[in-house]
């Protein structure tokens, strides 16, 4: 992928030129967030009986339990006023996506992935953790990491 950024000249208009072959998922987030100016880069948890700002970048999945969600980290879980179907909608969790009805895993923090039988796959993760991606799920995440077209 080539960037190109240029400075517009005095009394030009900002521009965004966004020349793809395919109009993927990732693109139509990063055009969404772009429109919305909303992008965040943290979302409020609950810890100790205080609300705390969790850099996203930090969260290794999420895991919903007994109609609570929790949001897992390398060091801790803190547990998020949000549904798991509202993160998937919002496109500052890009990098997350469903990988079994109750858990949604960060892509970016996956260091490998294993088959398993039944067609499920194991996912590892850089805090060495481990996490079952049920067998209707693997096709998606095939695709956002680019395996199948």
């Known amino acids: 992928m080539k960037i190109t950024i240029e ?3 005095p009394g030009e208009e900002d521009e965004i ?3 793809v072959a ?4 990732d693109v139509l ?6 429109k919305d100016g909303n992008s965040k880069d943290c979302v409020a948890v609950n810890y100790e009986d205080s609300i705390h700002m969790l850099p996203i970048k930090e969260i290794l999945y999420f895991d919903g339990v007994d109609n609570k969600v929790f949001a897992y980290t390398k060091d801790r879980s803190y547990e998020i006023k949000m549904k798991l179907y509202e993160i998937e909608a919002d496109s500052s969790f890009s990098s997350f996506l469903r990988i079994s009805k109750n858990t949604i895993a960060n892509i970016k923090k996956i260091n490998h992935l294993s088959p398993e039988f039944n067609g499920r796959f194991v996912a590892k993760l850089t805090n060495g953790e481990s996490l079952i ?8 995440l095939k695709k956002k990491l680019g395996i199948v077209k």
């Open 7 to 9: 400075t517009p000249n």
């Open 17 to 19: 030129i966004i020349r």
């Open 22 to 25: 395919n109009l993927t998922e």
């Open 29 to 34: 987030s990063t055009i969404k967030a772009l």
């Open 133 to 140: 991606i049920s067998r209707g799920y693997v096709p998606a």
